[in-house]
């Protein structure tokens, strides 16, 4: 009976209309593990907005011997690639591993055509094999895409790092292989000097790029280049002349030292030295020596430092010099790359003379030198020179050096102190020669001696006292001052104000030599490419592949109305604005 009870106690499941407790039962759901119900977002929030994926854009640096690659946004690009021969070995050629392969015989290159397998391009076009060009950098970008990126070229688009000068024919190879084998949708040119200045967080500056076949001298101001100048004095000249001076070791033919242009061009026409022992020597000991004018003062400070650090039991003489007895005179060990040679040791001041002769004409005058060969103080004030006033002041305390060049010990401050000197004994004279320097110097001479007869003839006013002559009728009184000519009263509102509207707008450095270190051209466009800017030079894949280069117009700039309000700042639009018209070469055309 209990059982019965019990069971009439329980509720009756009804076959035609659930009760309240078998909803809440189907409710709670089945006790085995099952997918979790998803919530409803709220009006203010997207269901899709954790799925989003910002697409970064990827950013390329292309020189003449490297390509830089990586993601925008990075500080760094992800890998640096060389064009040399040993990149471009086929698959399974396993030379390099060889017993004896370093030291075999190999074909003396001529000055001409040295190091010209390790580049990618040269400005002179008429013997270089553009099919060869093209297939170097689909291998390199290939490499790019797959070891490094580890990204799908189809649907990220592409910024672009080019020289500022550049031939068409390598603009359109390198546009082709990127729409062609890599399929990407959209390319930004942008310039390496404008970057430059942009990752050293200026707007106006004087870009000194020490390159390999040229060093470019630009003259940016608010992210537009305004003048430029070029020498072929670089780094391949740097490295000839090195690898000439460890021929000469190797042979010993000669004991004559190389210090001028003709000596090092009179020495041999074939070097037989490896361009990888001259360029890793060369990047590894070469340094530039202080400028004759500051030489003595750095040798007295550096003296009186080390006398206050207490080290004169490292042979300091008082009488002598530190750096000439023990830096000049100090033996590097050097070995080289020949089976019939052995290391041999020469003074650390060897290594300063091809800096010397190939940056800065050591020992060879002026007149001498073509204009694509001047030396890199003179192209850096000549430069300068021709800037109009506004723009140099802001310029030549902007200096900025990049390029692999910048890298030699010594050789910034060098080219800083030398321009230094320059502006202080000529100023900012563009006339050269003996009667431009007599007529500088009788200037001076005149300008100091009214400097220092002006305080004299004030003493004098201020101390003599006027006396009236009462036997003299006609003697009057000399004139009162005009107000203007009086001293100001100081007001100190207005020095209020002042103070206020410096910390608001501060004073613009200017009129001083000063250099500003920069983080490099690919940082510089990865800054750009972070912020989602499109440059003036935007190339769509589908407009490039029906015209080429053909399809571009031939602007110099591009002028966007003010009215519109569609610009973003010089050198750069909002998405759209070209589209209509089609898009442009800009700087390149």
Known sequence: MATTVESLDQP????????????????????????PIRGISSSFSSPLASYRVEEEALVFEFGARYLRAGIAGESAPRCSLEFGPEQSRRVGDYRPWLPGYETRFRKKATVEKWGEDHELWRMDLREVDLGLVEDKLERAMRDAYSKSLLLDSKTKRLVLVLPSVIPHALISILLTCLFTNFLVPSVTLLSAPILSVVAA???????????????????VYEYREVHQRRTTRAMRLLTLHMAQILQKFTHRTQKESLESDADF????????????????????????QTSPQNLQQSEEGLEKRIQ????????????????????????????????????????????????????????????????????????????????????????????????????????????????????????????????????????????????????????????????????????DPPPTPAAAFEPQVPDPIEDKL????????????????????????????????????????????????????????????????????????????????????????????
């Open 201 to 219: 967080g200026l707007r106006t500056g004087l870009v000194v790029d020490i390159g390999w076949q040229e060093t470019i001298i630009t003259a």
């Open 308 to 475: 206050s650090l207490q080290l004169l039991s490292h042979g300091y003489n008082n009488e002598g010099s530190l750096l000439d007895s023990n830096v000049h005179d100090a033996l590097i060990s050097i070995p080289l790359l020949s089976p019939s040679s052995t290391p041999v040791s020469t003074p650390f001041d060897t290594f300063s003379k091809p800096v010397e002769s190939a940056l800065f004409a050591h020992n060879s005058s002026l007149q001498d030198l073509d204009d694509h060969e001047q030396p890199l103080p003179h192209l850096l004030y000549n430069a300068l020179l021709t800037l109009p006033p506004d723009i140099r002041g802001l310029c030549m305390s902007r200096i900025v050096f990049t390029g692999s060049g910048s890298n030699i010990p010594g050789l910034k401050s060098r080219l800083i102190d030398e321009l230094s000197s320059t502006v202080a004994q000529r100023g900012w004279d563009p006339v050269w020669g003996k009667a431009a320097d007599k007529r500088r110097e009788t200037q001076q001479e005149v300008a100091s001696s009214r400097k220092a007869a002006a305080p004299k003839l004030q003493s004098s006013i201020r101390t003599t006292e006027y006396v009236a002559d009462p036997s003299d009728p006609s003697d």
């Open 265 to 288: 061009a009179a020495f041999d026409k074939n070097i037989d030295v490896e361009f990888q022992h001259a360029e890793e020597v060369t990047a590894r000991l070469a340094w530039c």
């Open 498 to 589: 002042r103070r206020e509207e410096a910390k608001r707008n501060p004073a613009t450095v200017s009129g001083i030599v000063r250099g500003v270190e920069t983080l490099g051209a690919w940082a510089g466009a990865s800054l750009i490419a972070g912020m989602k800017l499109r440059g003036v030079v935007e190339v769509e894949r589908e407009v490039f592949l029906q015209h080429g280069l053909a399809g571009s117009k031939r602007d110099m700039d591009v002028s966007v109305s003010q009215s519109s309000r569609q610009s973003l700042g010089a050198g750069y639009v909002r998405p759209g604005v070209l589209d209509k018209a089609g898009w442009t070469l800009g700087a390149w055309a």
């Open 12 to 35: 009756y499941p009804s076959a035609v209309r659930p009760n309240i407790s078998n909803l809440q039962q189907a409710a709670r759901g089945p006790a085995s593990p099952h997918t």
